[in-house]
Nanobody
Framework: QVQLVESGGGLVQSGGSLSLSCVAS????????MGWYRQAPEKQRESIATIDAVSGATTYSDSVKGRFTVSRDSAGNTLYLQMSALKPEDTAVYYCNVLTVTFGTYSYWGQGTQVTVSS
């Protein structure tokens, strides 16, 4: 019901900045929450930032708080993740995720985009 297209991943130097985008299409009117996850090699996938579609309230993991900013463009149905002061520890595959409510809760994932931070 919802399709997600991500962009913006790449290779950056430690201390640099990078911005990720996720465009949602389909049944976007039912989206209640959007967010970003990441998964590093040999590690569990973790939630790093979310934004509530109704209230605009955001959450961040301790590892990215103060360095990453999540936002959304309601008109364009686009989710953003602005990353700054990047560290090698931020290297991971980053995934866009949305939750929808249509007589139940459903979760949708993007394909993932690789972010690599070099020293």
């Amino acid at each position: 019901q919802v399709q997600l297209v991500e962009s913006g991943g790449g290779l950056v130097q430690s201390g640099g900045s990078l911005s990720l985008s996720c465009v949602a299409s389909g049944r976007v009117s039912s989206i209640t929450r959007m967010g970003w996850y990441r998964q590093a090699p040999e590690k569990q996938r973790e939630s790093i930032a979310t934004i509530d579609a109704v209230s605009g309230a955001t959450t961040y993991s301790d590892s990215v708080k103060g360095r990453f900013t999540v936002s959304r463009d309601s008109a364009g149905n686009t989710l953003y993740l602005q990353m700054s002061a990047l560290k090698p520890e931020d290297t991971a595959v980053y995934y866009c995720n949305v939750l929808t409510v249509t007589f139940g809760t459903y979760s949708y994932w993007g394909q993932g985009t690789q972010v690599t931070v070099s020293s």
